[in-house]
């Protein structure tokens, strides 16, 4: 069975965008270039929430995205890509599965998939769906070391509490750290 992981940069205080979609404050430089390419390389697919999703199309087939960073879009653009979503009715972006039905019961069933794990990339109301229902086997957050003060929180209140195992840590040179962890409990 394949292992759901859930990947999101965050601020101090817990934000994984700023107001409007603000993701100017991540702090992409060459090694998480490195870092995103070697993660890319290591899964079969890519799992989204509408919001997310479109923002990703708008930006990875782009000549912006295609000349900014090659070796990223060249993967983005070529996976697999899951779009869970009641609303839109067609997706365009390139390897795209538009997934309607209940998001708990389609994600179980790519999870039965033979292969590598699957990310999930921003997606923060998705994220806690799956999160709630414990289908997130693996937590990666950079944190960056900056304070925003407002914005759109990662983990959404969802009346429970989530206990997590630390499995290990990286540190980026900029200042960032990775956090890897396990939900328990």
């Known amino acids: 069975m394949r292992k759901v992981i859930m990947f999101n940069l965050i601020t ?3 934000y994984f965008e700023g107001p409007e979609n ?4 991540h702090q992409v430089d060459d090694e998480f270039n490195e870092f995103a390419i070697e993660q890319l390389s290591s899964t079969d697919g890519l799992i989204f929430g509408r919001v997310t999703y479109q923002l990703m199309a708008n930006f ?4 912006a995205g295609l000349e900014g960073e ?5 993967l983005m653009n070529s996976l697999p890509k899951y779009v869970f979503s009641k609303t839109l009715t067609k997706v365009e972006w390139n390897n795209t599965s538009l997934v309607k039905g209940e998001a708990v019961r389609e994600l179980n069933k790519l999870k039965q998939g033979h ?3 699957l990310f999930i990339f921003g997606s923060a109301d998705l ?9 997130i086997d693996e937590y990666r957050l ?5 304070v925003l003060g407002a914005g759109v929180p990662l983990f959404k209140d969802n009346g429970e509490m989530l206990k997590m195992k630390l499995l290990k840590t990286r540190l980026f040179h900029n200042g960032n750290v990775l956090l890897y962890y396990q939900p328990y409990g």
């Open 115 to 117: 292969g590598n794990d």
């Open 60 to 63: 990875w087939p782009t000549p």
């Open 127 to 135: 994220s806690s769906t799956f999160t709630k229902n414990g289908l």
């Open 142 to 146: 950079i944190l960056n070391p900056i």
């Open 22 to 25: 603000d993701i100017g404050w």
């Open 12 to 14: 101090l205080d817990g």
């Open 70 to 74: 090659p070796a990223t879009a060249n």
